[in-house]
């Protein structure tokens, strides 16, 4: 079965950041022959004042293709305790990914959650519904983090745009390329320009700088733009902030 | 470059305004690098790219002096 992992609140100053968590907990899992787990989104969360986070508020989320649903809860819960950074106040969300699911109720939560200010109650509640096709678990401090769980998950699961965690690094001695050449190489589904226009594949992009894919549509999507003339992969200060 | 509310040093310059967040940061002792995917900004110092920047709505404080 194919799940979404979620965490949140998990990290420090000091600490590992939540989305490197993810991606060795999700790892750790695999070595442990419970699955395959597949690429991190980061959702952006409410930026409020009155919200403990630590500096930016956002929840990462994978999906992860498991044959043991129980003994990949245990593990990744166990992670958690034995590696968030002390202090934190992490949650975990895992949810049954399929599409037979109606997941518009965690979708419209995880929207408010990049909002308004919600509750631990307002998270449970929503999460309620879907019986056994979701767990909810606190691993410390407040538990606060449950909240952020169950909005990435939610907003994962109805397909909402999100930064895929990882950079797109330029190839040495390779400036320019086509569009198509670019999707092929860095595994894009889709490749848009600034107005999210479908980009012709024969067009030809200089790539010299990092960049980096997002989730739109369901899809590992690249964004590019021109400048001066000249057709490139988006640099991340183009990319909207929050 | 800097205000002060409730004590502590909020940025003037909003979430966009580059070339003066690296400077700053290049100008401070503090700097250090967040994480990867919480980088925002293409230089790699910069205010906007340091782990104690805490966003606000329309900028963000600088923790530095409450962290270290």
Redesign the interface.
């Given at each position: 079965m194919n799940l979404f992992l979620c965490i949140d609140d998990t990290d420090d100053?000091d600490s590992?950041?939540t989305?490197?968590l993810l991606e060795n907990m999700r790892d750790a899992a695999a070595a442990r022959g419970l699955g395959q787990g597949g690429f991190?989104v980061?959702y952006q969360l409410l930026?409020?004042?009155t919200i403990p986070?630590?500096?930016?508020?956002?929840s990462?989320c994978c999906t992860f293709e498991t044959h043991d649903r129980d003994a990949l809860t245990a593990f990744c819960q166990s992670y958690l305790e034995a590696n968030c950074a002390e202090g934190s106040d992490p949650g975990l969300c895992i949810l049954t990914n399929n599409s037979g699911l109606d997941y518009t109720v965690l979708t419209a939560f995880g929207k408010r959650a990049q909002t308004e200010v919600v509750s631990k109650r307002d998270a449970y509640a929503a999460a309620a519904a879907f019986g056994s096709d979701v767990s909810l678990s606190e691993h410390g401090g407040t538990g606060i983090g449950v909240i952020g769980a169950l909005a990435g998950a939610g907003l994962r699961a109805g397909r909402q745009e999100g930064?895929i965690?990882?950079?797109l690094h330029p190839l040495p001695g390779r400036p320019t390329m086509t569009a198509g050449e670019f999707a092929a190489l860095y595994a894009l589904s889709q490749l848009v320009d600034t107005n999210g226009q479908p980009v012709d594949p024969q067009r030809v992009l200089t790539f010299t700088?990092p960049t980096k894919a997002v989730f739109r549509d369901g899809m590992v999507t690249g964004v590019v733009c021109c400048e001066n003339g000249v057709w490139k992969p988006l640099?991340?200060?183009k990319?909207e902030?929050? | 470059m800097w205000d002060t509310v409730d004590g502590m040093p909020v940025w003037q310059g909003g979430?966009?305004d580059?070339a003066a967040a690296a400077q700053a940061a290049e100008n401070c002792g503090a700097f250090r690098a967040?994480?990867?995917?919480?980088?925002?900004?293409?230089d790699d110092v910069s205010c906007?790219n340091c782990?104690?920047?805490?966003?606000?709505?329309d900028s963000f404080v600088c923790?530095k002096e409450r962290?270290l």
């Open positions: 100053l590992i950041g989305g490197e991190i980061r930026i409020d004042e986070y630590t500096s930016h508020n956002s990462m930064r965690k990882g950079k700088e640099p991340k200060r990319k902030k929050q | 979430k966009t580059w967040d994480c990867e995917e919480e980088c925002v900004a293409d906007y782990r104690f920047r805490r966003w606000t709505r923790m962290c």
